[in-house]
């Protein structure tokens, strides 16, 4: 029996709306055998959707208490969602070596201090092409993958959310992204809530994914559920989708350790 697992979830502890039994009990519902928590932890802050680094032990704690009482029912994993900073490196290094993670998901949410993921209001977007924004955003993407602190790149172009479509073709960046990726030894993962975001379409988009198989980028999935109803959201689709690509393979994870999962 394949193992079907969702590994990009929030909780209460950051921006979700349930709590970790919650999310536990839908994924048993919907016939889940591996689940893993990966709250935002963001090191400048506070923000009201992230922990900063002493709400951990919180997390800790919460998956600790899941994992004891549905021990057998279901496997639950220690994730995390990161805010990258290129200027906070070390710091963010130093919290998470403190922990022992399944596995450590990098996101790019910021461009320099504008949180563009929720500028929903579009307050700053007219200030630069489309074109100018993906040059930034992807640069930062490289840098995040390429620090050494990260298994998994989120929602590889979240970029894209609110429509943000590029002028002009951006193969080129998609190819030397994937190139970078490769040499960095990072995963990444198709990230479905895409489908409910305005951009209309999985993280990432059928160009750039090609670009990251070619690179024989591994690949996971993640629903980035905020409510305990998302979670596997077009899962299906999505696997169809990389199958017919020639993905043979998902990756699981355990201590930050690669599995194989067939697909
Ligand atoms: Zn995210
Ligand atoms: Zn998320």
Same mark, same amino acid.
């Given at each position: 029996?394949?193992?079907?697992?969702?590994?990009?979830?929030?909780?209460?502890?950051?921006?979700?709306?349930?709590?970790?039994?919650?999310?536990?009990?839908?994924?048993?519902?919907?016939?889940?055998?591996?689940?893993?928590?990966?709250?935002?932890?963001?090191? @400048?802050?506070?923000?009201?959707?992230?922990?900063?680094? $002493?709400?951990?032990?919180?997390?800790?704690?919460?998956?600790?208490?899941?994992?004891?009482?549905?021990?057998? @029912?279901?496997?639950?994993?220690?994730?995390?969602?990161? $805010?990258?900073?290129?200027?906070?490196?070390?710091?963010?290094?130093?919290?998470?070596?403190?922990?022992?993670?399944?596995y450590v998901?990098?996101?790019?949410?910021?461009?320099?201090?504008? %949180?563009?993921?929720?500028?929903?209001?579009?307050?700053?977007?007219?200030?630069?092409?489309?074109?100018?924004?993906?040059?930034?955003?992807?640069?930062?993407?490289?840098?995040?993958?390429?620090?050494?602190?990260f298994d998994t790149?989120?929602?590889? $172009?979240?970029?894209?959310?609110? #429509?943000?479509?590029?002028?002009?073709? #951006? %193969?080129?960046?998609?190819?030397?992204?994937?190139?970078?990726?490769?040499?960095?030894?990072?995963?990444?993962? /198709?990230?479905?809530?895409?489908?409910?975001?305005?951009?209309?379409?999985?993280?990432?988009?059928?160009?750039?994914?090609?670009?990251?198989?070619?690179?024989?980028?591994? /690949?996971?999935?993640?629903?980035?559920?905020?409510?305990?109803? #998302?979670?596997?959201?077009?899962?299906? $689709?999505? @696997?169809?989708?990389? @199958?017919?690509?020639?993905?043979?393979?998902?990756?699981?994870?355990?201590?930050?350790?690669?599995?194989?999962?067939?697909?």
């Amino acid at each position: 029996m394949p193992i079907r697992f969702d590994y990009h979830m929030h909780t209460r502890l950051s921006d979700g709306k349930n709590s970790h039994e919650e999310m536990v009990e839908e994924a048993i519902k919907k016939g889940f055998n591996e689940i893993g928590f990966s709250d935002h932890f963001c090191i @400048k802050g506070p923000n009201s959707w992230a922990m900063e680094a $002493d709400g951990i032990p919180k997390m800790v704690s919460e998956i600790d208490a899941v994992q004891k009482k549905y021990d057998g @029912k279901i496997r639950i994993l220690f994730g995390i969602e990161v $805010d990258y900073f290129p200027d906070k490196e070390d710091e963010i290094a130093q919290v998470l070596k403190q922990y022992s993670f399944d596995y450590v998901i990098g996101s790019v949410h910021f461009l320099d201090d504008w %949180n563009y993921d929720s500028d929903s209001a579009h307050k700053r977007y007219t200030e630069f092409s489309n074109d100018y924004l993906y040059q930034w955003y992807f640069a930062e993407l490289q840098k995040a993958a390429s620090s050494g602190l990260f298994d998994t790149m989120a929602h590889p $172009d979240l970029i894209k959310k609110f #429509q943000v479509w590029p002028e002009s073709a #951006q %193969n080129g960046l998609f190819r030397t992204t994937a190139e970078i990726f490769a040499d960095a030894g990072v995963a990444f993962e /198709v990230n479905t809530s895409g489908i409910d975001r305005p951009c209309g379409e999985f993280f990432p988009g059928k160009e750039f994914l090609t670009e990251l198989f070619n690179a024989d980028i591994p /690949v996971t999935l993640g629903s980035d559920s905020h409510k305990a109803e #998302q979670i596997g959201r077009y899962f299906n $689709d999505a @696997k169809t989708m990389l @199958k017919e690509l020639g993905y043979p393979n998902l990756v699981r994870y355990r201590k930050r350790e690669r599995i194989n999962e067939p697909l």
